[in-house]
């Protein structure tokens, strides 16, 4: 039902009579319906129980128009799955009873399977059906974190902003690394697979913190872990990242992601003379603008899509996420701008 979607289109490298748009953290705090629905919930308990997770993802789809909804979980809760303690802390982010810090740390939790993931992922699947029954033609978005963010909350034990630990593990005990992170791609993998299986239409892999790495850390550590989690799909891959303009070639993981996504810092038609012409770009509207007055903000709407034109195809998002304080009108009024300005197809 989704295979002619604006979305799917245009990861494939089409471009259909407007750029498709949907944003990141799109369904969430920004939304009062959300704020409400959430009283009461914590957050790993919303992501787990079905009906509650798909009528968050659904929200904003009826709100604002947007061409995708983007399924409403976290990205440790495939650990969570596997069974490692972990919770999210309300004005923090997640925190691990348990850092993995040590060879032996590293050991015990990759002793356990990946397909405990998979066994234990019956509610993301509901939650998933539940989505797509009432998405029809209108495609979802699966998603996972990456190996290296997920690594840098589980050595930090919780949020950091330079993940110094987990930047140090790649270098002082490079086998424990890879066996990290290695089981990482796999748990990430399981985790896409059940949303797959029950009817995403396309994914995406969150690698919120790579941008705190070297390109050569990256390409040494992290992106052959990053390409065994995405590798083979059946369904279209995003590959989003903060801060990767000075690798964002290498985002492509050889060619294995469908998309880029590029945050604000780098212009899309400089991103596209870096990715070449085999890679949709998604991006990279600038999050600090929301709440600028519209006639700023619209000029720089047009500007991204016009940038956009340099890709192969384009999908309009932020360059990261909706701050919580964002006015919703605002994010509508953007959709519509989108998609009367067209997309530039020929």
């Given amino acids: 039902m989704t295979s002619s979607s604006a979305l799917v289109r245009a990861l494939q490298g089409d471009r259909p009579a407007s750029a498709p748009i949907w944003f990141m953290r799109q ?27 798909a009528e968050i993802t659904l929200q904003p789809v009826r709100r604002h128009g947007v061409d995708a909804g983007i399924f409403f979980s976290d990205i440790v809760v495939p650990l969570r799955l596997a069974g490692v303690e972990v ?28 397909e405990e993931v998979a066994a234990a992922a019956a509610p993301i699947r509901e939650a998933v059906r539940l989505t797509t029954a009432e998405l029809g033609e209108t495609p979802l978005i699966g998603f996972a974190g990456a190996p290296f963010t997920l690594a840098a909350y589980l050595v930090e034990g919780g949020p950091s902003k330079e993940h110094l630990r987990a ?34 239409a396309a994914v995406q892999l969150f690698d919120s913190w790579a941008g705190s790495l070297s390109p050569s ?8 872990h990053s390409r065994a989690a995405v590798a083979d ?48 770009l998604q991006g990279n509207i600038d999050p600090a603008l929301l709440g600028a007055p519209w006639p700023v903000l619209e000029a720089h709407v ?45």
Wanted: glycine fraction near 10%.
């Fill in 217 to 224: 850390a990256f390409r040494a550590f992290v992106a052959p």
């Fill in 302 to 346: 047009r500007e991204v899509l016009q940038r956009g034109r340099a890709a192969r195809a384009h999908v309009v998002n932020l360059g990261h996420g909706v701050p919580p304080e964002t006015d919703p009108g605002v994010l509508t009024r953007i959709v519509e701008l989108v998609h009367a300005e067209g997309s530039g197809a020929e």
């Fill in 233 to 280: 799909l059946p369904v279209p891959v995003i590959h989003f990242g903060v801060g990767t303009g000075p690798f964002l070639a290498d985002m492509r993981l050889d060619g294995v992601a469908d998309a880029v996504g590029v945050d604000w810092r780098l212009p899309l038609d400089e991103a596209a003379r870096m990715v070449g012409p085999d890679t949709t």
């Fill in 27 to 53: 369904a969430g705090r920004s939304l009062p319906e959300y704020r409400e629905l959430r009283v009461g919930t914590r957050m790993l308990d919303a992501c787990l129980t079905p009906d509650l997770a």
């Fill in 167 to 200: 930047r140090a593990m790649m270098h002082a005990d490079p086998d424990s690394w890879h066996r990290l992170a290695g089981w990482l791609s796999r748990v990430s993998r399981a985790f896409l697979g059940a949303q797959i299986e029950a009817g995403v």
């Fill in 87 to 114: 919770e999210i802390e309300p004005g923090r982010g997640p925190v691990f009873a348990a850092p993995v810090r040590t060879a032996d740390d590293v050991a015990r939790v990759t002793s356990i399977d990946p």
